[in-house]
């Protein structure tokens, strides 16, 4: 997070700062990866005080390092739902894994809990599996990678070789129940 304050600053986004004696930059990150494993398409959303333009972007990625790039960033409406109430689910791409009878084509297989927790499952040629788990409270159990691996019969030792990437993260408004007018500053999210 502290590179992106510092890569927001230089690259002289039109952001808004907090109010107080040490003012910082108004921004949010998406959910933490878990230790291990890797992020393709991270997210982040930032308070505005004009629209975030394309020269902006350019600027932004000059300053990061290689292999890191903000790939889009469009603006929310005022009063929009914070990132973290936005994101639903998570796409991971498990493996592949050596053994590939341990990925299952389909989670009939898993119990009833880890597998209510899982929107997708797709057990690719090469043998890795991409699954899309529940990312929010309220919408079913939360289930971690680490826990589905293990409900398929691995050894916490062979878990932690598996490589994981999260793919990217799925965002979905949650049906708003009746409630006033929200004031507020643009925000862009960034990916």
Known sequence: MDLLERIVRAAELPVRYTEGFN?????????????????????????????????HLERANSLLPEGMEIT????LLVGAPSLGKLVAA?????GPVDD???????PEGINDEIR???????L?????????????????PMISVKRLLLALGLEEDRIARIPVTREGL?????????????????????S
Not at 90 to 94: E, L, N, P, Q, T
Not at 170 to 190: D, I, M, Q, T
């Open 100 to 106: 590939r009878r341990v990925l299952l084509d389909h």
């Open 72 to 75: 889009d960033a469009r603006p």
């Open 124 to 140: 690719r040629e090469d043998g890795s599996l991409v699954v899309e788990l529940n990312a929010r409270q309220g919408d079913g």
């Open 116 to 122: 209510s927790g899982i929107r997708r499952w797709q």
């Open 170 to 190: 799925v965002l979905e408004a949650r049906k708003k129940k009746n409630r006033g007018a929200v004031g507020g500053s643009p925000k862009a999210a960034v």
């Open 90 to 94: 998570a796409r991971y791409r498990i």
């Open 23 to 55: 003012p910082h930059i108004r921004l949010s990150m998406g959910p933490a990866l878990p230790v291990g494993h890797e992020g393709e398409a991270e997210i982040f959303d930032v308070d505005c005080t004009a629209p975030v333009r394309r020269q």
